[in-house]
């Protein structure tokens, strides 16, 4: 049953209060404010993924502010050991600490973000975003548009390859083992480290797609796929497939965001790739 339009109003009012409160916690980590390097100590939670003390201590905070406010909410992050049994309710709190901790850890790099997502039935319904060094704060919940800092949002209409703005490494598409080479397209150099940052920047029609082709955690995607899906875009994986969210094992074997005019020609040119299923 569809979370009532009224409790979706009312937990994003939370979601938003709870994610600026964040990102002056995790802001307040670094030694010179946003020009600065951090200052949070860092470590490898697994080799070649990066944890600071402001991942878990923006966690902490997060989930205090938010099962304290919904304690019937379930709950997956990428800062708690996941545990199936509590998030198995009918609405999970999603959240990514601090997404994009390599570029949190870098001197002056803005592209990372606070993120917190609202699922339900296996979708995406609400979510918001801040970047605090961007000062940019997207929302956006089922059936009521996205919005960064109270604008209204829309993708691009883009619907031709040649000259597309795609988020993506010039060695993916360079590569040889593409059937047909891929036409020209406008990369960002450096690309943006935080899967969501980029998505937010494909709702907001500065950037036309952007796609993985791993295998990415529910909550690398699922504030930036309410965002782009109430911006009008697309947000899938690589074969067309919808996002599942709160799965058995919570992630997805890839993920395609675009308008939809441009999802189509993405889709048809990658969906010949063989990437397994995370929940088989």
């Known amino acids: 049953m569809p979370v009532p339009e009224p409790d979706l109003v009312r937990d994003l009012a939370l979601m938003r209060s709870a994610a600026e409160e964040a990102g002056a ?41 938010l099962r304290g406010a ?22 999970t709190w999603v959240v990514d600490p601090i997404d994009g901790t390599r570029a949190y850890m870098r001197p002056a790099d803005p592209n990372w973000c606070i993120a917190i997502a609202l699922v339900e039935a296996g979708e995406a319904v609400a979510g918001v975003l801040f970047a605090p060094m961007h000062e940019e704060f997207y929302e956006a919940h089922r059936g009521g548009g996205a ?43 450096p690309k943006p480290n935080a ?49 599942r969210f709160n799965r058995h094992i919570p992630a997805q074997r890839s993920m395609l965001t675009a308008g939809k005019r441009l999802h189509g020609l993405l889709l048809d040119r990658m969906k010949h790739l063989d990437l397994p299923d995370p929940n088989g």
């Open 147 to 189: 919005f960064l800092n109270g604008a209204a949002l829309s993708v691009s209409e883009v619907e031709a390859e040649p000259g597309a703005r795609v988020i993506i490494d010039e060695a993916v598409v360079k590569h040889p083992g593409w059937p047909e080479p891929w036409p020209e397209l406008v990369l960002p150099k």
């Open 25 to 65: 916690l995790a802001m307040s980590f670094r030694s010179d404010g946003a020009a600065g390097a951090t200052g949070a100590k860092s470590w490898d939670k697994s080799p070649g993924h990066p944890v600071t003390e402001a991942d878990l201590a923006v966690n902490a905070l997060l989930l205090e502010r």
């Open 195 to 243: 899967t969501l940052y980029r998505m937010a920047l494909v709702a907001a029609g500065r950037w036309d797609a952007t796609f993985a082709l791993v295998s990415k955690s529910d909550w690398d995607l699922a504030a930036g796929a309410v965002l782009v899906a109430e911006a009008g875009g697309v947000v899938s994986t690589h074969i067309g497939t919808p996002l």
């Open 70 to 91: 919904r304690p019937d909410y379930g709950w997956l992050s990428e800062e708690t050991a996941d545990d199936v049994e509590a998030r198995t309710k009918a609405r």
